[in-house]
Each structure stands twice: as C-alpha cells, then as structure tokens.
C-alpha cells in the first residue's frame, strides 16, 4: 500500500490525494499516512455541512432517533462505531462540541479532566475507553462557509508513545487535516440543496442573539434596533424555517448550519 503514494510522508499525501477516485480512497492513504507518523487508528466526521451544501448521509441501523449522520472515514473499532452511531453520541460526544469553539488540535485528556463535562458525557469518553480508544487528539477544521469538520487521531501504544507522536507531528497534522477536509469535500458534496431557505444578514444576527439566551429587548439593544424589529426579523426566520415559535427556528438554524452561536 505504502509504495503506491507518490512520494513520502504528509507531502505524499497530499499529491496523492489528486488521484482519489472516491471518499473510501481517502480513508485509505489517510490510514496509511497516520500509521507512519505513530497513530494506530482515525475518525473523520463532519460536525456541520458548509452552508448551501447537502453532503451524503445516511440513518445509521439501530439509530434510537433516526436522526440522519454525514458520511464519514474512520478506522475505530466498528463495534465502537456502530455503538456510537446506534447510541446518537454525535449529540453528547465533548469533543465534537469542544470542536465548535476551537481552532487548534487538543488532546483529549484536556477534554476528560474538565469538571463541567455531564454525566452523559463522561460516559461517551468512559465507554471509548472500554473499546480501547484512550489517547488521542481532535483537530478542528471551521470552512468554508461555516462548515465544521474534526479529525481524530488515536494511539495503540502507551500514553508516552502517543505524546511523543502528537508532539513530533503537530503542525504536520494540521496540513493533513485540512488537506483531507478538500478532498472529502470535493468528493462527498452533492449539488447545493435546492430545500434551502435564504435568511438575510439581520435575521441571522438575531437568532444568534437569540441562541445566546438573549431577550429580543437585548438583542436590539446589541445590534442598536427596536425591539420591534427583532421581533418582526425572527417572526420572518420561523416563517421561512417552517416552525411556530423562535425557539424552534433557532435549534433548526443551528443543526441546518445557518448560524453558529
């Protein structure tokens, strides 16, 4: 496998990225990248679609939500995908969601000694323990278009062997991520998703506000319009959701990647 990239290392990579053919080609050459730089398995997961776009997905079997997941590459135990999947995890997992508010790679020990972590989600990390996932590193990719995807690095050694590893291939892993995240997407978008609605800038502006616990009275205050006008720009923004109250609007502007709050 190894002497099919054009060339070594993380250069090899992305030259040979040019050349795949579909998302599992990816996977491939990713797994093999990693394994040489000391990391024994992955996970690429999109967190959120750019915005306009409709990436493939699918309802995972034995999904208690049925709640639809974007196609993804990763080389985890399938008992621990299929677990995670079945469980709707993407929804408690901290590291996803640490994703959302961080540009560099962190490692998951800083997530697991936190204090602030639910028992939900201590249990997400407590059960990839128990299918051996223990160390490892997320690296955050924001763009374009508000689109967020994170991939993941786990070691099969000790907790020293893995640290040595992330420490020598830091910025390497960033290149490689971002490089992963081009290729995916040029491969996995489908045409923009017609079902789409256009929010204009304001009616954006509020619902952040408004995810942020804002009162419309505060939010026209921070954006320096009536309370009025916040109202009548959410009214809009649940119309064109198709929901009835702007609680609503605001959880489906979110999971749909209209807004990040």
């Not at 040489?36 to 079997?61: C, I, N, Q, T």
């Not at 020598?168 to 290149?175: F, N």
């Not at 198709?242 to 709050?261: D, E, L, N, R, T």
């Amino acid at each position: 496998m190894k002497a099919s990239l054009p060339g070594t290392g993380v250069e090899g990579f992305v030259e040979a990225l040019s050349g795949a053919r579909n998302t599992a080609e990816i996977g491939v050459r990713l797994d093999v990248v990693l394994k040489d730089m000391g990391f024994e398995r992955f996970a690429y997961v999109h967190v959120r679609p750019p915005l306009g776009k409709k990436l493939r997905s699918f309802v995972p079997s034995g999904s208690r939500s049925g709640n639809q997941v974007h196609e993804f590459l990763s080389s985890l135990p399938d008992s621990w995908v299929d677990y995670y999947l079945a469980q709707d995890y993407g929804d408690l997992d901290p590291t996803l969601q640490a994703a959302v508010g961080r540009v560099m790679p962190f490692q998951w020990r800083e997530i697991g000694s936190r204090n602030d972590l639910s028992n939900g989600q201590r249990k997400v990390l407590d059960e990839a323990r128990d299918h051996g996932i223990r160390d490892g590193a997320t690296i955050p990719i924001h763009g374009p278009d508000s689109g967020l995807s994170t991939l993941s690095i786990v070691g099969g050694g000790s907790e020293s062997e893995f640290q040595e590893a992330y420490r020598r291939s830091y910025r390497d892993l960033v290149w490689l991520a971002i490089n992963t995240h081009q290729a995916f997407l040029s491969l996995a978008e489908s045409a923009p998703d017609q079902g789409r609605v256009r929010l204009t800038d304001r009616e954006r502006d509020c619902l952040v506000w408004t995810a942020r616990g804002k009162t419309a009275w505060e939010v026209g205050q921070i954006l320096c319009i009536s309370e009025e006008t916040v109202l009548f720009h959410l009214k809009n923004a649940t119309r064109k959701l198709g929901v009835f109250s702007k609680h609503h609007a605001v959880v489906k502007a979110v999971i749909q990647g209209y807004i990040v709050p």
